[in-house]
């Protein structure tokens, strides 16, 4: 009798394959809760996911590295990443690419990183941070090569400065505590540490060295699977390039979604920088990423961006 | 022979991990064959980076379990001998013991930072416990009949201490002490994966987060080998310690 039981609950199921589908499949997406990730905010206030007969569930995440696992071991089909991360996981063989551009940055113009010391700090230059300890979110991504550039830019050595791995959330209360004395950081959290008067600037533009514009980060998912699911693949792309060009035209309702959905305070939301949503990947963007990951150590030899581009036609 | 059954047991789990990589069932990528970890895990032991990082793990561990020993060990066996301390204390042990060691890190970030401090604190407060748990116990059930003789020989409180006590509640001192142990490795990897720029639980998350995963496994490896390094050294020095010991050789030991 169990047998017959289980045998009838085993067929259950294969007959309610069928009655699912009828409804879009969910798809599933990671994402890091900041406001780099604003088009996927944007994309489900707007409806541009539903729109392109798109179910997409949401999981928020810490950086590209813990998305990246969940990613390759298809928990998750499509995850925003930092450029270094899939760089790194490209050439260690994992098969990733990128299918959508994310944030763009613009040396100067839309700076949405800083790097910054408490407001007392008697720090005036990079040099000086030889021998000390910075705050970054995750090791090996952007902001590790980048704190390496940045190094020796300064004139001194690549890894004089000690990385540690601190939330961006806990990187002032680090910061005031002594633990570190930088902490390279972003949007919102550059702006609310320098208005409350936490912290000062000590260098606007950190990721100079990826050349400009430089492709922060971008949605990515494995080759295999924008190959198995084009019209996902593709609708997914649209959806996120219809919000980035929603960001560009009306920015102060993309602050407004951001300051509703990260509960940032609207007066911040309003105070930060923004960066730049493109809306086509361009190889250029990711070049300087790759150099600049390979002159530091953190990538074996470069190679050409397009082996981790993957952008389904639109 | 028991000894070469276990080895034949592991070479077997071994080869069916290298053929199921092989043979691609898991993600060749996160499951690499036990054969290329072998080999990173060689190249890294030989080029000092593993032991260098494991060494900075173990000076850690080991002066965090030898902080608590210190605190510990005279409170549990003042706690076991007296009453009145041990109707005080009691109720403060048994609350903050069930309290897991790694929920006490974000604390300890907050109140400390992420320095060396936070860290030995953390495993401080690990090993604390056991250490204490064990003593009390000990001191509480040295025999009535040693202390009445004892106190006939008007021995005076140190020797008592010294000479009775201690021996008396030597293996469920040394009990404590190996639960700590373990419990030491544990939170300084886990105190490791949190703002830390050194050690091997930052090393095995390094590896992660870049991609590296025969190295992060190598780390893994390094850290087992650790474990049971320790363990079998604890052993063999309690054994040498507490060898005389009847409940000692009796099973309470081993």
């Not at chain 2, 054969?35 to 793990?57: D, K, M, N, R, Y």
Request: overall charge positive; aromatic content about 8%.
């Amino acid at each position: 009798m169990p047998i017959a039981a289980l045998a009838a609950f085993v067929l259950s199921l294969f007959l309610a394959v069928p009655a699912l589908a009828a409804d879009p499949t969910p798809l599933k997406v990671g994402y890091i809760p900041v406001g780099d990730c604003l088009q996927y905010y944007v994309a489900e206030e707007e409806g541009y996911f539903a729109a392109e007969g798109l179910a997409v569930a949401g999981a928020a995440m810490k950086g590209g590295a813990v998305i990246a696992p969940a990613v390759e071991g298809g928990e998750l089909a499509i995850g925003w990443s930092n450029t270094v991360s899939i760089i790194l996981a490209h050439a260690k063989g994992f098969d990733f690419a990128f299918l959508a551009p994310g944030a763009e940055g613009v040396a100067g113009a839309n700076d949405v990183h800083a790097l910054l010391v408490p407001a007392d700090s008697p720090l005036t230059s990079v040099a000086g941070l030889a021998g000390k300890t910075v705050a970054i979110n995750t090791l090996g991504n952007i902001n590790e090569a980048a704190m390496r550039a940045l190094a020796q830019k300064a004139g001194i050595a690549p890894d004089a400065i000690r990385l540690v791995e601190v939330p961006f959330p806990d990187m002032a209360g680090a910061m005031a505590k002594g633990s570190v004395q930088a902490a390279l950081t972003l949007e919102p959290f550059v702006t609310d540490a320098v208005s409350r008067g936490a912290a000062k600037v000590l260098d606007p533009s950190p990721h100079a060295a990826f050349g400009s514009p430089y492709l922060i980060g971008g949605w990515f998912a494995k080759k295999a699977w924008i190959k198995d699911h084009p019209a996902q693949a593709t609708a997914f792309a649209r959806a996120v390039a219809k919000a980035a060009a929603f960001i560009d035209a009306n920015p102060e309702k993309a602050r407004q979604i951001l300051s509703q959905r990260t509960k940032l305070a609207p007066e911040l939301a309003a105070k930060i920088v923004l960066p730049r949503f493109p809306q086509r990947l361009d190889p250029k963007a990711l070049s300087g990423v790759i150099d600049v990951s390979a002159r530091f150590g953190l990538l074996a030899k470069p190679f050409p961006a397009a082996e981790i581009l993957d952008a389904p036609a639109q | 022979m028991k000894r070469l059954s276990g080895i034949v047991v592991l070479c077997a789990l071994a080869g069916v991990w290298e053929c199921v990589s092989r043979a691609g069932l898991v993600s060749k990528l996160y499951f690499p064959p036990v054969s290329t970890i072998a080999a990173v895990f060689w190249e890294l032991t030989v080029s000092g980076t593993l032991p260098a990082q494991a060494g900075e793990t173990f000076a850690r561990a080991v002066a965090g379990l030898l902080a608590a020993l210190v605190l510990a060990g005279p409170l549990g066996l003042a706690m076991g001998t007296s009453r009145r301390l041990s109707a005080l204390l009691t109720p403060a042990v048994e609350l903050v013991r069930p309290v897991p060691p790694p929920a006490v890190i974000p604390a300890a970030m907050l109140l400390l930072g992420i320095g060396t401090g936070m860290k030995l604190s953390v495993i401080v407060f690990a090993c604390f416990f056991p250490i204490l748990v064990g003593a009390v116990d000990g001191a509480r059930h040295v025999e009535p009949g040693f202390r009445l003789t004892a106190a006939a020989y008007g021995l005076r409180r140190w020797q008592l201490l010294f000479g009775v006590i201690l021996p008396a509640a030597g293996p469920s001192l040394a009990a404590g002490f190996r639960t700590a142990v373990p419990m030491a490795l544990i939170v300084a990897v886990l105190s490791e994966m949190v703002g830390a720029s050194s050690g091997i639980g930052h090393y095995i998350l390094r590896m992660q987060r870049t991609f590296a995963i025969p190295e992060m496994y190598a780390g893994v490896a390094w850290l087992g080998i650790l474990g049971l390094g320790c363990n079998l050294a604890v052993e063999r020095g309690l054994s040498r310690l507490l060898g005389w010991h009847e409940g000692w050789k009796n099973g309470m030991g081993r």
